[in-house]
């Protein structure tokens, strides 16, 4: 039976390899868009990404100085026992991390109020963050797995989540979905962006698919509709830092939830910035 410190170990070490690591798919989408670049711009940054990458992970620095807001996607076999504790011990592991990483100190004091105002200061603890609520999902099987990604703050500033009016066509509602990608990433500014989506039937359901989306997202594997959102992307010219060139999109992850009738399909987008995601995992059988 696994421990509460081994759960806070593994957690904390998560966060740390989520905060500080490319994954191999991610690294060699990097490679692959630096080689196939015309810009000498975009391909000084994309090599210059990769090189900040290589160096965050030999040194263990975070990938960003925004280090993030910790998100827990937590999947349990529908024949796991849940060992006792086990979410609080996940709650102390990523303050662990925090404080290891180190995160950046961003938790703000005070009651609603002045959290929402900012007025009475931020805290200098950097484990005060307090992570983002815990999504779970079931899976087969007796383990338990657990994905931690640290949201940076300014892609939230360009993510979206609005109805759309499907009119029985699935390209209405992908070109809109083109119209705020192309549209987020003009602004941005940390290009090239990693575009997630999530399509669902209500706010709550279609930005926690969003989320899903990141989790489970592979570079190296696009569907067709994702692909045609990142080359339709690619096609603004934005580049690389806004320098120009064919990079301004790296890959879109879209997961698609149960649909109901209606005219509406309810679309939630993250736009994120050039080290999106920010993600690790790890897994136990319970």
Known sequence: MITRKEIVDKTAETLLKAS???RPDQLE???RAAESEDSEHAKWVLNNIIKNAEIAEDKVFPLCDDTGIPHVLVEVGEDAV??????????EGVAEGLRKLPGRP???KGNDYERISQSAGLSEDSSDLAMA????RRISGKKIRLTLMMYGGGPEIRGKTLRVFHKHSVDTVVNEMIEWAVEGAKLLGCLPCILSFGIGRSNLEAASLSMEAMAKGNFTVQSEMEKKITDEVNKAGYGALGLGGKTTALATFVKVGPQRA??????SMRLGCCFDPRRAEWEFEA
Not at 133 to 136: L, W
């Open 20 to 22: 500080t690591v490319f």
């Open 29 to 31: 989408a990097y490679k």
């Open 82 to 91: 849940v060992p006792a504790g086990f979410f609080s011990a996940v709650e």
């Open 106 to 108: 961003m938790a703000v």
């Open 133 to 136: 609520p815990m999504q779970i």
């Open 262 to 267: 209606s005219g509406i399909r309810v679309v």
